[in-house]
C-alpha cells in the first residue's frame, strides 16, 4: 500500500506533460503492455483544467478575507502547473503482472508527456539502467525515469522494462491493440479527462489471488459478477455551454452471470413520462427486466446472516422481490418531485427529502400486484419498526453501562462526549424511522411507491401536465424507444447562500457564524446556480451499452 501512495504523490508531478517537438505523435496507449485492469488518461485536457481553475478562483476570489494576496494569482502557477502536467497525454494504469505459480498481481504503470516545466521540476537523475533509447533508476519502491520527451514511473521493474521495450521497438502485445481496450475506447470516443476499466481481467487476477487461500467456492458468484461486467470506457470533455460525457460497456457474453447480463442489456419502450409530473427537477429512467427483483433477491439472501438489524430476515424483503417479479414490467423510473432539492437541505427534518421522492414501475399483471402488495408493504414497514425496537434496545444497553458509575470512570470525558453524540445519532435515525412508511397506488398501468403520503398523493394527481407533455423535454430529443434509460433534470430552482446556511445542522446555526461562513455560502450557491440542468441517453448494441450525457454549465 505504501508504494502505492508514494507513486500517487509522484504521478501529481508527472501525469501528462508537455509534448516533445514532434507534430505527430502516437497515442500513448499504443505502446502500453496489454494486461491493464484499470487505467485513468488525459488527452488535450488544457481547455478543462482552464474552466475548473475559472470556477475555483472565482470562488476563492469571493470569499478572500485577505485584500493583499489574491487566491487568482497564486492559482495563476499552480494552473500553469497543472496544465504543464494534466494538460497534454498522460496515462496512469493498473496492469496485471504474472508471477510465480500463475498468479496475478496488480501494479501501477504511470506515462505523461514531460514539458519543460515537468523536465525543469523534476530534475535530471543519474539513470541507473536503460532499456534502448530510455533510461531508469530505482527511486525508494518506484523505478523512475525520463527519455524521448516522456516522463514514467511504475512499481514494478519488469513491468517498466516491458514498457520500455515496446517504446524502443519489440513487438508485443500493446494496450491499444487488445480487443478488450480498443472495443470500448473506440464507442467511448476520445475524452479530456477518461478511465477505463477491465472487469473480467480484474475477476481473473481475483480467482488467482483465492486460489491461494481455498476460498473459490464461497466467493465464486461475487468474482462471476465482476467477471460478466466485461469493460468500461468512459470519460468527460467541457465544452463553451457545460460539459459531456460518454461511456461504453462490453457486457462479457461469455459471462457465468447470465441474469446479469441480460438485466444490464435490457431494453424497452418509455411511457413513463406520460404520468411524471412536469415539474419534477430529476428523473432517471431505465430498463429493468423483470427478474430484476428475484435476482436481488438472491444476493440479499447470501448476506441476510451478515445483516446485523435483522430487516432482511423480518421484512422477508428478498422473497417479495422474486414474488413481484411475477407482475412487474421492464420500466422503471425515480422521480424527485418539485421542491425536492431545497428539502434535501433541511437538517431539522430529515422525512422532507422523502415528500419528493417517488418510484415508478410498469405493470404487466394488476391484480396480481394488488394482491401482493399489501402483505409487501406491511412486511416492510412491520421490520422497519423492527428496526427500531433494536435500536432502542442498543442504546437503552449503553445507558445502562454509563450510569454504571465505574464504566463512567473508564469512558472519561472525551467518551462521555462521544457516547452522547452517539446517542444524539440514534435518536435521529430512531426519528427518521417513525415517520418512514411504504406506501403505494397506481396510475395508468405503473405501480407508484413512496415512503411519504404526500410523495405519493402528488405522483397520483393526474391534474398537473406531464412530463411528456413539456416543451423543454421534448426539445431535449431523448429516445424513449426501445431504449436502455434515459435522465432529465431541468434547470433547477435557484439557491442563495441563506438556503445553504440554513442547512447547517442546529448546534452550527449561531449569528457570527453565519456571519463568518456568508461568503462562502454565497459562493457555493453561485457554483450551483450555474448548473442549467442535464440529459443523459443510454442505448445497446449486441452486448454494447452506450451512454452520453450533456450537462449544461455556466463556466
Not at 418510484?359 to 408493504?377: C, F, G, I, K, N
Not at 407533455?469 to 441563506?498: E, I, M, N, W
Request: hydrophobic residues 45%.
Amino acid at each position: 500500500m505504501t508504494r502505492f501512495l508514494t507513486a500517487a504523490s509522484l504521478l501529481t508531478l508527472s501525469l501528462a506533460g508537455a509534448a516533445s517537438a514532434q507534430s505527430a505523435q502516437k497515442p500513448l496507449a499504443n505502446s502500453l503492455p496489454a494486461g491493464a485492469l484499470l487505467t485513468l488518461e488525459t488527452k488535450n485536457a488544457a481547455p478543462a483544467l482552464k474552466r475548473f481553475g475559472g470556477v475555483l478562483t472565482r470562488v476563492l476570489d469571493a470569499v478572500q478575507l485577505d485584500e493583499e494576496d489574491s487566491p487568482a494569482a497564486m492559482l495563476d502557477g499552480v494552473q500553469a502547473l497543472l496544465t504543464d502536467f494534466l494538460g497534454r497525454e498522460g496515462v496512469a494504469g493498473v496492469f496485471a503482472v504474472q508471477e510465480k505459480r500463475n498468479t496475478f498481481t496488480p501494479e501501477l504503470l504511470a506515462v505523461a508527456r514531460a514539458g519543460e516545466l515537468s523536465r525543469e521540476m523534476l530534475g535530471s537523475k543519474k539513470p541507473g539502467a536503460r532499456v534502448g533509447n530510455y533510461t531508469f533508476s530505482r527511486q525508494g519502491d518506484l523505478f523512475a525515469g525520463q527519455s524521448g520527451g516522456l516522463v514514467y514511473v511504475s512499481t514494478n521493474k519488469a513491468l517498466l522494462m516491458s514498457y520500455l521495450g515496446r517504446l524502443s521497438g519489440k513487438a508485443a502485445p500493446t494496450l491499444a491493440a487488445s480487443s478488450a481496450y480498443a472495443a470500448v475506447s473506440r464507442a467511448a470516443g476520445t475524452n479530456e479527462f477518461g478511465l477505463y476499466a477491465n472487469f473480467s481481467a480484474t475477476a481473473k487476477v481475483i480467482r488467482s489471488s483465492l486460489t491461494q487461500v481455498f476460498l473459490p467456492r464461497l466467493l465464486s458468484p461475487v468474482v462471476d459478477a465482476i467477471d460478466t461486467l466485461g469493460q468500461v470506457a468512459g470519460g468527460l470533455t467541457t465544452t463553451a455551454s457545460g460539459l459531456t460525457t460518454t461511456s461504453a460497456q462490453a457486457v462479457n457474453t461469455a459471462g457465468k452471470d447470465a441474469p446479469l447480463r441480460r438485466i444490464l442489456t435490457a431494453t424497452t419502450d418509455f411511457g413513463v413520462q406520460d404520468i411524471i409530473p412536469a415539474d419534477v427537477e430529476a428523473v432517471q429512467a431505465s430498463a429493468c427486466a423483470p427478474e430484476s427483483g428475484a435476482y436481488l433477491g438472491r444476493w440479499l439472501t447470501r448476506i441476510d446472516l451478515l445483516e446485523p438489524f435483522g430487516f432482511l430476515t423480518d421484512s422477508q424483503l428478498a422473497s417479495h422481490l422474486e414474488r413481484s417479479g411475477a407482475y412487474l414490467g421492464g420500466e422503471c423510473a425515480q422521480v424527485t418531485l418539485a421542491g425536492g432539492t431545497k428539502a434535501s437541505l433541511n437538517q431539522e427534518d430529515p422525512l422532507a427529502s422523502l415528500a419528493a421522492s417517488v418510484s415508478y414501475q410498469r405493470v404487466t399483471d394488476q391484480a396480481a400486484a394488488e394482491a401482493h402488495l399489501p402483505e409487501y408493504a406491511a412486511s416492510v414497514n412491520s421490520a422497519i419498526q423492527g428496526v427500531r425496537a433494536t435500536l432502542k434496545e442498543t442504546l437503552g444497553g449503553a445507558m445502562k453501562g454509563v450510569m454504571d458509575g465505574e464504566d463512567m470512570d473508564a469512558l472519561g470525558g472525551m467518551g462521555m462526549m462521544g457516547l452522547g453524540a452517539a446517542m444524539q445519532s440514534m435518536e435521529q435515525v430512531d426519528t427518521l424511522l417513525a415517520g418512514l412508511k411504504m406506501v403505494y397506488g397506481f396510475r395508468d398501468g405503473y405501480l407508484v411507491t413512496a415512503f411519504s403520503d404526500e410523495a405519493l398523493q402528488a405522483a397520483l394527481d393526474e391534474t398537473p401536465a406531464t412530463l411528456g407533455q413539456s416543451a423543454a423535454f421534448r426539445a431535449a430529443g431523448l429516445d424513449t424507444t426501445a431504449s436502455a434509460g434515459f435522465g432529465y433534470t431541468p434547470d433547477l430552482p435557484a439557491l442563495t447562500g441563506q438556503d445553504l446556511l440554513g442547512s447547517l445542522p442546529e448546534d452550527l446555526q449561531d449569528e457570527d457564524l453565519n456571519e463568518f461562513l456568508a461568503p462562502v455560502m454565497n459562493a457555493a450557491a453561485d457554483v450551483i446556480n450555474r448548473f442549467d440542468g442535464m440529459t443523459s441517453q443510454r442505448g445497446v448494441s449486441g452486448n454494447v451499452i452506450i451512454g452520453k450525457a450533456n450537462v449544461r454549465y455556466r463556466w
